[in-house]
């Protein structure tokens, strides 16, 4: 998957009330249903707590205090390793380094949002009915990754040609690189560009060299990548680059010529204040149009169709919290200890005990193919994918000395290639006071403008759990499946449906996904560029007025229901709880 990254060189200078009204409308939905509750009731019941799993291209960028810029980039690609290649525009000449494809792993884990729907059944239904789904029937999300046609090249590089000067060549990890300039005074500096890069190897094909002239012609170097002989697409994993200062931004303009429709980008920004999307949207997403009964196949579209609407530039805000508090979960405090004890212990004579040991701790980890090629493949002969799929089939805990296999130098191997790239990230938290992660989807015609991300020390922190409550509503005469049911979302929004389907989940539903999209810089909440509550408000409105009461009788109040399950003629309890709903609704918004 082709991804363009750089720093760029221009420094860029709810509350008492709202708990009241919850309690007051609490105390009226029990006053108009004295029926008894329970908390949990047959195909509603569900209080899970699920996370959405959203793939997207993943990257962490870290600002410290003296505004230096530390990328981690992740790499996806499929498709033959003779024809990968990598490109990014850079400022300046960044340090190179490898990451872990299992500390993203861990940190997607860690702040992915999650959304909960409590079920609380009032009164009692005739039975569990059936036709009704359950409320969460949740699976990953999968997105298709792009391929390159690029081929790979094993002979030297020319150093000065046509204005292209090479300014580092050097291999990390799996891969071979090389930083170049590219004189921006030539006439075309991308064709420049294009041409060394196939004179050396790299077979542009229709990349489009066009798409580097902008960011050639601003002065910045180009950083490729390729694989090493003798490593497959698999051995393929995040890099790591140390910038100077500046603010992180995303080249997307490149990135259009390999990138699919709806594409993930995902995005978790450290420093010492929540980050904001700088020239990109704020997103708030409208909650009452995600599907709150299966929210990981709902939540990824929504987000597509709030972006869409603002025009393709925009990030929703999943997450701002404390960085250090991410740390132990990133590399655990056990993983650790295991480290430091493996390295103390003297394994001279013992080569084949602490390849056990090491083989058993971190096989599923990044790094350890390129850690154990130079030495142990050839010692054994066997192949690195082979010993880390089975390593009690060429070597156990008993095996002694290992000839051609120098112990200590086995542990560099490993703490450089494997433990480092974990451990490093991991201090990126620590010495961070606040992470926030930013998701979007875009597709090729939206990447016209490059997104760069600063920080507000005026926003408050946002949570990525969510949880939302929906009171069924029984009685003797009506199943489940044909109940109907009022939910009160995080917004404050009352949706109102039948059965266990969630009513908002076509594309052509009418009300906007965007709650409020605005523009925030540096200071202070930002200009509101739209507000939807009005047009939600009405939509919902109009909805809930569709659906019918089916709680229990009772002639004491105004909330009677006919033999069938339809409200008479009255001020019916499910329009009480709804006005309320928009008041709390709106009471939310302008606490914000």
């Not at 919850?22 to 019941?45: D, E, I, K, N, Q």
């Not at 050097?170 to 991308?190: F, M, N, Q, R």
């Not at 910045?220 to 393929?236: C, D, H, V, Y």
């Not at 082979?386 to 191997?413: N, R």
Request: proline residues 5%.
């Amino acid at each position: 998957m082709l991804l363009f990254f750089s720093t760029l060189l221009r420094l860029r200078g709810a509350g008492a009330g709202l708990t009241i009204l919850c309690v007051s409308a609490a105390a009226l939905a029990a006053t108009l249903v004295p029926s008894r509750a329970s908390a949990c009731g047959g195909v509603f019941c569900s209080n899970t707590n699920l996370p959405i799993d959203q793939k997207a291209e993943r990257i962490i960028f870290h600002v410290d205090a003296s505004g230096k810029v530390t990328a981690v980039i992740e790499i996806r690609y499929e498709g033959p390793a003779s024809k990968f290649a990598w490109l990014i525009p850079v400022a300046g000449k960044p340090t190179v380094g490898v990451s872990s494809n299992t500390v993203l792993d861990r940190l997607q884990a860690a702040s992915n949002p999650s959304y909960t729907l409590t079920n609380t059944v009032k009164g009692e239904c005739s039975g569990f009915g059936g036709g009704s789904r359950g409320p969460f029937s949740c699976g990953p999300i999968v997105a298709a990754s792009a391929t390159n046609d690029f081929a790979s090249y094993d002979g030297g590089f020319v150093e000065t040609d046509g204005g292209v000067n090479v300014l580092e060549q050097a291999t990390v990890g799996p891969y071979d690189y090389v930083i170049v300039s590219v004189d921006p005074k030539l006439e075309d500096p991308g064709m420049a560009a294009g041409e060394w890069l196939s004179k050396n190897g790299y077979v542009t094909n229709d990349f489009g060299t066009d798409r580097l002239r902008p960011y050639l012609e601003g002065g910045m170097n180009l950083l490729a990548f390729r694989l090493r002989k003798g490593n497959s697409s698999g051995s393929i994993r995040p890099i790591k680059l140390e910038f100077g200062t500046g603010l992180p931004s995303i080249p997307l303009r490149p990135t259009a010529v390999a990138a699919v429709n709806n594409m993930g980008i995902l995005v978790w920004v450290l420093g010492e204040h929540r980050a904001v999307p700088l020239n990109y949207k704020s997103l708030e997403i409208n909650d009452a149009l995600l599907d709150w009964t299966n929210p990981a196949a709902s939540y990824e579209a929504l987000v597509t169709r709030a972006a869409n609407e603002a025009g393709g530039q925009g990030f929703v805000t999943e997450m701002a919290s404390s960085a250090p508090a991410f740390a132990d979960t990133l590399y655990p405090e056990a993983e650790r200890s295991a480290w430091e004890n493996v390295s103390r212990t003297d394994w001279n004579g013992r080569e084949g005990a602490l390849l056990f040991e090491l083989l058993s701790r971190y096989a599923g980890y990044d790094g350890v193919a390129d850690a154990l090629a130079e030495e142990v493949v050839p010692a054994l002969g066997v192949q690195a994918d082979e010993l880390i799929a089975c390593p009690a089939c060429h070597v156990s805990a008993s095996v002694t000395d290992i000839a051609g296999v120098d112990a200590a130098h086995l542990l560099e191997k490993f703490r450089k290639l494997v433990v480092d790239p974990v451990a490093d990230t991991a201090t990126l938290f620590e010495n961070a006071a606040k992470v926030t992660r930013l998701f979007t989807t875009m597709s090729p015609d939206e990447m016209t403008l490059d997104p760069s991300f600063a920080f507000n020390a005026s926003l408050d922190d946002v949570s990525n759990v969510h949880a939302a409550e929906r009171i069924v509503e029984c009685n003797e005469e009506v199943s489940q499946s044909r109940a109907s049911w009022s939910a009160v979302l995080p917004s404050g929004a009352v949706v109102r449906g039948t059965g266990g389907a969630w009513p908002f989940t076509r594309p052509d539903d009418k009300m906007p996904a965007n709650l409020h999209v605005r523009r925030i810089g540096t200071e202070g909440a930002g200009d509101m560029v739209t507000d939807n509550t009005a047009a939600i408000d009405a939509a919902l409105t109009a909805h809930n007025r569709t659906v019918g009461f089916t709680g229990e009788r009772n002639d004491g109040c105004g909330a009677c229901v006919t033999a069938t399950g339809h409200p008479r003629p009255a001020v019916t309890y499910f329009a009480l709880v709804t006005a309320l709903g928009i008041a709390l609704h709106r009471r939310a918004r302008r606490g914000r």
